[in-house]
């Protein structure tokens, strides 16, 4: 079956612009959580959605928010884009919480 | 203190050797996770592990709860092994961001 899917995989915004994230999860998985990857910090978690609804969020200032669809599809917002947002961005899906997580191949923000 | 450790950060090896990975945590976890990410960004999940030993092919995770301590295994290296080997724990739910915390990785290289 498909697997975890990001779109799109690289984009490049300007400083003060926003920017939208799309995943798609497995088909089956209700359970969609996302993660920043910096070289500096690693790699650190966002927020996690269960059935179109916020469970927990990571230290991320309010810039940084996020959604869940019915359809499990999820997508991310980071407004007023600033330098230091430049990341790659993950996205994994599982069956529920706390069951094994399933990655994507990431969308690679570039924020000039 | 990062509460998830992981050592060696950086490990290169000769092709058919017995290679080992370390991880300590020191917050109280419902699961352990083992991750690899290839350069380009995709992130595999290798094991989630609570418990004992999993074992998948050439590769090997343990877990011990009490010392808060895990290794990742692979015998018979081979060069298409070379990644980050990431460490990761699910918390345990009664406070904080409950998505997974990570590890800073190690960068494994095998030299044919």
């Known amino acids: 079956k498909a697997g975890v899917t990001q779109t799109p995989r690289y984009l490049i915004k300007t400083r003060g612009q926003q920017v939208t994230l799309s995943c798609s999860p497995i088909s089956g998985h209700r359970s969609v959580s996302w993660y920043q990857q910096t070289p500096g910090q690693g790699l650190q978690f966002l927020f996690e959605?269960?059935?179109?609804?916020?469970?927990n969020k990571g230290n991320f200032p309010g810039r940084f928010s996020g959604r869940q669809f019915s359809n499990s599809r999820s997508e991310m917002n980071v407004s007023t884009l600033e330098l230091g947002d430049s990341a790659l961005y993950l996205c994994?899906?599982?069956?529920?919480?706390?069951?094994?997580?399933?990655f994507g191949q990431g969308t690679r923000l570039t924020v000039v | 203190k990062n509460e998830v450790e992981q050592s060696p950060q950086n490990l290169t090896a000769q092709e058919g050797e017995f290679i080992t990975i370390n991880c300590s945590y020191s917050v109280g976890i419902s699961a352990l996770h083992w991750l690899q990410q290839h350069p380009g960004g995709g992130i595999v999940s290798l094991f989630m592990l609570s418990s004992g030993k999993k074992k998948h092919g050439r590769l090997i995770a343990t877990i011990n709860i009490q010392e808060k301590h895990s290794s990742l295994h692979i015998t018979a290296s081979h060069p298409r092994d070379s990644a980050v080997y990431i460490c990761?724990?699910?918390?345990?739910?009664?406070?904080?961001?409950?998505?997974?915390?990570f590890g800073k990785g190690t960068h494994l290289i095998i030299q044919p």
């Open positions: 959605y269960f059935s179109e609804t916020q469970r």
């Open positions: 990761a724990v699910s918390r345990d739910s009664g406070g904080g961001a409950d998505g997974l915390t």
């Open positions: 994994a899906s599982s069956v529920q919480w706390g069951t094994e997580a399933f």
